[in-house]
């Protein structure tokens, strides 16, 4: 059975700017994942479980990912980075640089965002 377009439904992700952190100790610098994007990606995991559908196969080539997200203040060039690292470590997607096209727009969205992959014919 053939890829299709595979969509789910998430709650907004923290900000770009909001993923990372770090610290300085003894000198050394330490970079970590911030505790609300470590809460997202919990959250964006169950949905995806929830949602996931019945002989799901990551897509391993080529994709297009379409992102609707509820209307905000956030400027949606931030919203990238989170679902595409996301998308990989749930493999929805096999590699995140596999992307090859990207378009993202406000819309309506049930949990804030709803994010559309679509394996593209090699």
């Given at each position: 059975m053939p890829n299709s377009a595979i969509r789910v439904d998430w709650p907004r992700c923290p900000s770009t700017n909001r993923l990372w952190r770090?610290?300085?100790?003894?000198?050394?610098?330490?970079v970590y994942k911030d505790k609300g994007y470590v809460s997202w990606l919990k959250e964006a995991a169950g949905c995806?479980?929830?949602?996931?559908?019945?002989?799901?196969k990551t897509i391993e080539g080529p994709y297009e990912t379409?992102?609707?997200?509820?209307?905000g203040r956030r400027d949606l060039g931030n919203y990238e980075k989170a679902i595409s690292d996301a998308a990989q470590a749930l493999r929805i997607v096999a590699d995140d640089k596999?992307?090859?096209?990207?378009?993202?727009e406000y819309g309506e969205a049930p949990l804030?965002?709803?994010?559309?992959?679509?394996?593209?014919?090699t």
């Open positions: 770090s610290s300085r100790s003894r000198g050394k610098v330490r995806w479980l929830l949602q996931r559908p019945r002989g799901f379409t992102i609707v997200v509820t209307p596999n992307c090859k096209r990207f378009v993202i804030g965002m709803r994010i559309i992959f679509t394996p593209l014919d």
